[in-house]
């Protein structure tokens, strides 16, 4: 069964989410790129108001979008969302050479990081192949631009269905995300990854307006097979 990760930028969302039937509670700024930080003080909030109310979800935090040139910033910020107590650290991993030594130190870092392959431009296969051969506890693919479609308008689904399988055979969690909707459910089970990312598909609007609790509750739902009565517009 795919589990429903869901993205949220304060400690309301963060309830709203987890109450919704989120699987796994994602901290970021949506109005700050694909993934966008919260401030260390925001996330470290939202993780003890999570754990006071007695709700154990995974939670992971983006540490905002860096370049694979600003490699030095890259590990401050890991180190500095890590110690906010989340479960993982999502890094964004952009094509090019530069992304191999940034894999590397991340896979040498004091935090369980997840690395997220950016997918506007395709995915490289044989940064896949290196990330894989790390000790990452899971992988990720996702879009940059949310306005240029989903994550199966920028790639093919064998290309997706390839990189679930390289990451599964290596005994790795793989998410997929990026602009996903209550549509590409039957896709995603399909393919079945064991968590996929949302935001805009929960939201009353786009993606930086508020969480919807029909919403949450209706995916959640619909990903976990189970049937539901709540009309989406």
Known sequence: MTRMLVSVRSVDEAL???RGGADFIDLKEPSDGALGGLPVATI????GALRAHGIGLPVSATIGDLPMHALDRILTQVDAVGACGVDYVKVGIERGTEAFAVLDALSACDWPVVPVFVADHGIDAALVAHACTLGFPALMADTADKLAGSLFDALPTADLRAFVGRVRASGRLVGLAGALRMVHVPLLQSLAPDFAGFRSA???ADRKTALCPQRLVALAASL???????ALA
Do not use: R
């Open 44 to 47: 470290g909030a939202i993780v």
């Open 202 to 204: 929960v939201c009353v």
């Open 224 to 230: 976990h097979g189970e049937a539901v009565e709540i």
């Open 16 to 18: 709203i989410a987890a």
